[in-house]
C-alpha cells in the first residue's frame, strides 16, 4: 500500500502562484509514477500533470503547459506543482495519485490517491 497525502492548497487570487506537495509513505516511493489530477465544480476529474519513476519524464495538460511544473524528491518521497500565474478555472480539489507503470493520462491507471487539497482562485 501506498499512502498519499496532499497539502499546500489555499484561497489565492488570479495571477498567484501557489505551490503543492504529495507526501508519499508506505512502499518505495520511486518505484511508482506520480501524477496531479483535478475535479473542479460540476466537472470530472481530469488528468493534470505527470512524472516518472526517476523524474526524467513529466506530462502536462494543455491547459496547464507553461504555468504549471511538475517535479519530485525521491529522497524526500514528495511530489510537487508549481502553479504560476493562477486563473480562475484553476480552482479545483487537486488529487495527488501513483502507479508502477510510466506516466500516463488515464486515471484507471493510478491505483493510489491522496484525499485532496483544495485550491481556489479568485479574481
Known amino acids: 500500500q501506498v499512502q498519499l497525502v496532499e497539502s499546500g492548497g489555499g484561497l489565492v487570487q488570479a495571477g498567484d502562484s501557489l505551490r503543492l506537495s504529495c507526501a508519499a509513505s508506505?512502499?518505495?516511493?520511486?518505484?511508482?509514477?506520480m501524477a496531479w489530477f483535478r475535479r473542479a465544480p460540476g466537472k470530472e476529474r481530469e488528468f493534470v500533470a505527470g512524472?516518472?519513476?526517476?523524474?526524467?519524464?513529466?506530462q502536462y495538460a494543455d491547459s496547464v503547459k507553461g504555468r504549471f511544473t511538475i517535479s519530485r524528491d525521491n529522497a524526500k518521497n514528495t511530489m510537487y506543482v508549481q502553479m504560476n500565474s493562477l486563473k480562475l478555472e484553476d480552482t479545483a480539489v487537486y488529487y495527488c495519485?501513483?502507479?508502477?507503470?510510466?506516466?500516463?493520462?488515464?486515471?484507471?491507471?493510478?491505483?493510489?490517491w491522496g484525499q485532496g487539497t483544495q485550491v481556489t482562485v479568485s479574481s
Open positions: 508506505g512502499r518505495t516511493f520511486s518505484d511508482y509514477a
Open positions: 512524472i516518472s519513476q526517476g523524474g526524467g519524464r513529466t
Open positions: 495519485a501513483a502507479q508502477q507503470w510510466g506516466v500516463t493520462t488515464s486515471q484507471r491507471a493510478y491505483n493510489y
